[in-house]
Structure formats: C-alpha cells, structure tokens
C-alpha cells in the first residue's frame, strides 16, 4: 500500500477500521442491502461488471451478487483484515487493497457505487474521489450516504474529523455534466423489515 496521505486513511486502515466490520456484519444487513440494491438495480438495465469503494468485508457486494449472479464484482478497500474477509466472502471477486486516493482507473464498470464511504473522507480529498468514480463508471453511479443541503462536520463516536454530510451526488453532477439524476430514495433506521442507516441514494445515469 502506499503511504497514507490524509488521517481519515490511517483512521479506517487500523484499530477503528478493524473494530468497525465487528459493528457491521449481520444477516439482517445483508437482507437490508438485498432490498435496498433490488430498488436501484431494477432502475439499470444490462449491468455486467460493478466496482464499489470502499467496500470493507463485502456486505453490499454480496447483495449485489444475489441480484446479478453473473456479473464481474471488484472492491477497493483500505483495511487489510476487511480485504481478506471480503475476498473470503466473495471468492470470485476481485479485491483490491488500497486507498481510493491511490487506486488507478484502468477501465470502466458498468456499475460504480459508494455507501457510507463518502462521509468518512476528507472533504478536501472528495475532488480526487469524484474523479475516479466518474472515470470508472461507463453507465450508472451510485451514490448511497448521509445527505445534508451543505456540508456539515459531526461527531463520529468521540472522534472529530471522520464524519461529514453533504450534497454528494449534487456536487458530482455539478463536476460533471455527461452524468444524469435517474432516480433517488431514503432508507430509514426505523424500517421494520429492513433498516438502513438513514441513507440516501441517488442513482446517475451517463448521457448517451
């Protein structure tokens, strides 16, 4: 891996990140992310390869891979004991270990996506990010994540600095004109068959 460059990357690649796929691997998450990418995904069409950053053990890879048993699954993540668990999930996965920030974009994806991600990273390294998620995607971006009208700064279990919300997809359609808002949704902690933590999504199409 290459030197870290900013403390959200050193925060997720150690002890917290570790500590974070314990707090976040159930069958009912699963079963959440199952309803929750049947919604999106019956809003694509022909998706044959998918890529997510920031993909920790797999629990959205592994809904998506219920929903398209046939496509071509790739994961960037930071944490090496959340890597080998996410290949350990998913076998037939490509798994890459390494920080966004570093990862090369050497080809497209059908299907481009982040969860819960976004709002853990540095605001002053979300350009980069927004990049390389538009130079991955040849169709669909998704962006599911605490949405907030303008950026705002929040206490992240006593830690400053880890947790933001904002406008993310908002900001990527305004970086980039050739991406369109297909659809978007929220999906409530309080949901009685299946929560998610408060999520917003919103679904980009690339304009033909």
Known sequence: MSKLKTKQEAFWSGDFGNNYIERNTSDLLLASNINLFSK?????????????????????????RKLLP??????VEINQK??????????????????????????KR?????????????????PSVYQKIHDSSSRYVCIAEYYNPTPVELNYRNHIGY??????????????????LRDYGFSYHRDT????????WFLLEKNK
């Open 110 to 126: 059908d299907f481009v996506f982040t969860k819960g991600v976004l709002i853990h990273m540095s605001p002053e390294s979300l």
């Open 163 to 180: 947790l933001f919300k904002r406008d993310f997809a908002g900001e990527f359609l305004d970086k980039y004109n050739d991406f369109t």
């Open 193 to 200: 068959m299946f929560p998610q933590d408060d999520i917003s």
């Open 70 to 75: 046939n496509a071509l699954l790739e994961g």
């Open 40 to 64: 999106i995904l019956n809003l694509t069409r022909s998706i044959d390869s998918v890529i997510e950053f920031g993909a920790n053990v797999g629990m959205n890879l592994m809904a998506i």
């Open 82 to 107: 959340a890597c080998h668990l996410l290949k350990k999930n998913l076998s037939d996965s490509i798994v890459f270990n390494e920080s966004i920030l570093d990862f090369n974009v050497s080809e």
